[in-house]
């Protein structure tokens, strides 16, 4: 990646620029049995649809905060970069009452009713499936995002300098993101071409980059794995063979 980048966004467009074709982002769900692979492009252009949507339908501005209530998921994954795009702080778990929109799974849809700003639920079925009826109140996200654009520019350019993520009561800079997910990169041995397995869940730091943020920030890719309990251990064995795992943080 560029010494230069200093948002998740920049980060994104190098890799986009350096190799579009290899796999940024594979997803197991091991309580569902699904896999989705993303390669960088095919995960940039659903970045760029949701950056659409969040600055066009939902007029969301820089300096917005989005309650992001959903779990370690490849859609999750490209929410998080969307609101980066966007300049928008991407509050992860955080309070829906406090959050100028929220953005929600299915199991947690009541929490954030308390949101009186814009509302959009995600069902989070295979193949990125919207809901059979959306849910009263919430945007399906499903629905809205496949007409929109595939390419992405802000009304206004993202300040580094500026808030970007909270999580788990830190909050940081997109540069200061930026900063710690390249020293997790390195603490991981992660190098360009690597391939991360993570179990870990979003609900922190460490959980959102290793999941994301850090296979970015070196180059790599995420094998992204939640429910990973239910796998087994020989099954686990099976699946690093299979993706080619060259290091894990589980």
């Not at 390669?39 to 969040?54: P, Q």
Request: aromatic content about 6%.
């Amino acid at each position: 990646m560029n010494a230069t980048d200093r948002t998740p966004a920049d980060l994104l467009r190098s890799a986009l620029a350096a190799d579009p074709a290899r796999p940024l982002v594979t997803f197991y769900d091991d309580a569902t049995g699904e896999r989705v692979e993303l390669s960088v492009a095919t995960f940039a252009n659903w970045v760029a649809k949701t950056a659409n949507l969040l600055q066009g339908d939902l007029a969301a501005e820089p300096g917005d905060r989005l309650a992001l209530l959903l779990p370690a998921h490849w859609q999750s994954a490209v929410w998080l970069l969307a609101c980066s795009s966007v300049g928008v702080i991407a509050d992860v778990q955080g309070d829906p009452a406090a959050a100028d929109l929220v953005v929600t799974g299915p199991d947690t849809l009541e929490a954030a009713r308390a949101c009186r700003g814009e509302r959009v639920a995600l069902a989070l079925r295979p193949l990125g499936g919207r809901f059979p009826q959306a849910p009263e109140g919430f945007a399906d996200y499903a629905v809205e995002v496949p007409s929109q654009g595939d390419r992405f520019a802000p009304f206004a350019p993202v300040d580094p300098d500026a808030p970007a993520l909270a999580v788990d009561g830190v909050e940081l800079t997109s540069a200061q993101l930026v900063a710690r997910a390249r020293d997790d990169a390195a603490a991981l041995g992660l190098t360009v071409g690597s391939r991360l397995l993570t179990g870990r869940t979003y609900g922190s730091w460490e959980g959102l980059s290793a999941g994301l943020f850090a296979p970015l920030a070196a180059g790599g890719s995420v094998v992204l794995c939640r429910h990973l309990g239910q796998l087994g251990e020989e099954g686990l064995a099976k699946r690093v063979e299979s993706e080619r795992v060259t290091n894990s943080a589980v």
